[in-house]
C-alpha cells in the first residue's frame, strides 16, 4: 500500500474512534438527565415505620409503662447492675418572693431628738399672712431647729376660735389680729420640713391682772388665796383648779384643741401649772393639782391618743415642795428639766440626764457644748427669756457648730 493510502487509513480509525467515545459521553449525559428527570417525576416514597422504641417529645400522654419479664433463660444479672426504678423528683419549690417592703418613713423629731424652740403666742400669730408663717418655719428649720413649741394659750385665753372657750367665759379667744388659719399653716408647713409643732399652754392656770378673765375669775371666786411672786417684777393669780367649774374649763379646753387640730404633734404645759413657792404646799393642794391634771389629760389622750402630752417644769423635789407640782405621778409623756439658775446647774442637768429632756435660756449659752456631749439629754429647749428667738436659735447654732 502506497504511503498515500496509510495516511488516508490512519485517519479513518481515528476519526472512527472520536465519533466513538462523543457518543458514549453524549450517551451517559442523556442518561444522567433521564435518571434526574425520572427522580423529580416518581411518586414519593412510602413513610417509614417509625421505631417501636422511639418517643416524641410532643405534649401527648404518655403510653402506659410496659413491664418487661425476663426470659426463664436469662441470666440475672448483678445487683450493681440491675435496672433501678428512678421514682421523679419533685419540682424544687420556688423561692419565696420577698414581699414588696415600703421605705420606711422619715423619723420624727421626738424619735431622733428634738432640738425644740419656743415661740410665745404672739411671735408668728400677730397679723401674720400664710406666706409669712410658712417662711418663719422654713427660717427656723435653716437654723437646725426641728420643733416649735408655740403658745396658743395665755392668761387665760386661747389664741384660736374656741367653741369651749366661749360656753364657758363668752370670748372666743384672746384679743389678737391673728388669721383663723394659722395654726393650720403653722403645721403642715412644719410638716412638710419634717419638723413637729408643739402647743404650748403658756402660763397655764395663772393670770395677771391684764388677763381679759381677770374680772370674771375674781368676781365669781375662782382665785386661790396669795400672790405669786415667783418671778421678781410680775404678780400673778392662780385659777383653783379644786373649783369644779375651773376643772371643767380647763378639760374642755384641752379636749377641744386636740381635736380641733388633730395633727398636732405635742402639748405641752410648764412650771405655770403649779401654785406659788412662797410656803411649802399642803398635801390637799398637792392632791387638788394632781387629780386636776390627771383628769384633763385622761379626757384627752381619750379624744386623741396620738398626742404626747409634755410638761417642762422645775426638778420633781422643787416642783412638789414649792408648787404643788407631784408631777411624778402625772400621765404626762415627757419631761423637761428648767435649768434656768446657772447657780445650781450642775444639779439640775444630773436630774436632767435621768428624764433625757432639759430647758435652757440664752443666759446658760455657755453651756452648750457641755450639755451636747452628754448623751443621757435626748430633747433640748431653747427659751428665748429676752424675747428675741431668732437670735438665740442663731446664738445655739453658732455654739453647735463651733464648740469653745
Not at 86 to 108: C, G, Q
Not at 295 to 319: E, I, Q, S, T
Not at 337 to 345: C, E, T, V
Request: hydrophobic letters at 40%.
Amino acid at each position: 500500500m502506497s504511503p498515500n493510502g496509510q495516511l488516508v487509513l490512519l485517519f479513518c480509525l481515528w476519526l472512527s474512534c472520536s465519533t466513538l467515545t462523543a457518543g458514549a459521553y453524549g450517551w451517559l449525559r442523556f442518561r444522567q438527565n433521564l435518571d434526574l428527570v425520572a427522580l423529580f417525576l416518581a411518586p414519593p416514597p412510602a413513610p417509614l415505620e417509625p421505631l417501636s422504641d422511639f418517643r416524641f417529645s410532643d405534649p401527648a400522654p404518655p403510653p402506659p409503662p410496659i413491664t418487661l419479664r425476663p426470659s426463664p433463660l436469662a441470666v440475672k444479672p448483678p445487683a450493681s447492675l440491675a435496672p433501678k426504678t428512678v421514682k421523679p423528683k419533685p419540682p424544687s419549690p420556688s423561692p419565696p418572693v420577698a414581699a414588696a417592703v415600703s421605705p420606711s418613713p422619715a423619723l420624727k423629731p421626738s424619735q431622733t431628738g428634738i432640738r425644740g424652740l419656743y415661740l410665745s403666742r404672739y411671735a408668728i400669730t400677730n397679723n401674720a399672712s400664710e406666706a409669712q408663717i410658712r417662711s418663719r418655719v422654713r427660717r427656723y428649720k435653716a437654723l437646725g431647729v426641728n420643733t416649735l413649741i408655740h403658745g396658743v394659750w395665755g392668761n387665760g385665753c386661747a389664741m384660736y376660735r374656741s367653741a369651749a372657750l366661749k360656753k364657758h367665759l363668752g370670748l372666743e379667744s384672746c384679743p389678737n389680729q391673728f388669721e383663723p388659719q394659722w395654726l393650720d399653716w403653722l403645721i403642715d408647713e412644719a410638716h412638710r420640713q419634717g419638723m413637729e409643732v408643739h402647743a404650748y399652754f403658756e402660763k397655764g392656770i395663772k393670770l395677771d391682772p391684764n388677763s381679759p378673765i381677770f374680772e370674771t375669775a375674781r368676781t365669781k371666786g375662782w382665785l386661790a388665796p396669795g400672790v405669786d411672786r415667783t418671778y421678781r417684777g410680775v404678780e400673778h393669780y392662780i385659777l383653783d383648779v379644786a373649783n369644779p367649774e375651773i376643772a371643767g374649763l380647763f378639760r374642755d379646753v384641752l379636749v377641744e384643741f386636740v381635736q380641733k387640730y388633730p395633727q398636732i404633734d405635742a402639748v405641752q404645759w410648764d412650771d405655770y401649772l403649779g401654785y406659788h413657792s412662797e410656803t411649802p404646799s399642803p398635801p390637799e393642794r398637792i392632791r387638788a393639782l394632781t387629780q386636776f391634771v390627771t383628769g384633763m389629760l385622761g379626757a384627752a389622750k381619750k379624744a386623741n391618743p396620738r398626742v404626747k402630752f409634755d410638761l417642762c417644769h422645775h426638778n420633781p423635789y422643787w416642783a412638789k415642795r414649792y408648787f404643788a407640782a407631784d408631777w411624778q405621778n402625772w400621765p404626762v409623756d415627757r419631761i423637761f428639766i428648767q435649768a434656768y439658775n446657772d447657780d445650781n446647774f450642775a444639779a439640775e442637768l444630773a436630774y436632767a440626764r435621768r428624764y433625757r429632756g432639759l430647758s435652757l435660756t440664752e443666759r446658760q449659752a455657755h453651756r452648750f457644748p457641755e450639755v451636747l456631749k452628754s448623751r443621757e439629754i435626748r430633747h433640748l429647749f431653747l427659751f428665748p427669756l429676752a424675747g428675741a428667738p431668732e437670735q438665740t436659735a442663731r446664738l445655739f447654732q453658732r455654739l453647735a457648730d463651733n464648740p469653745p
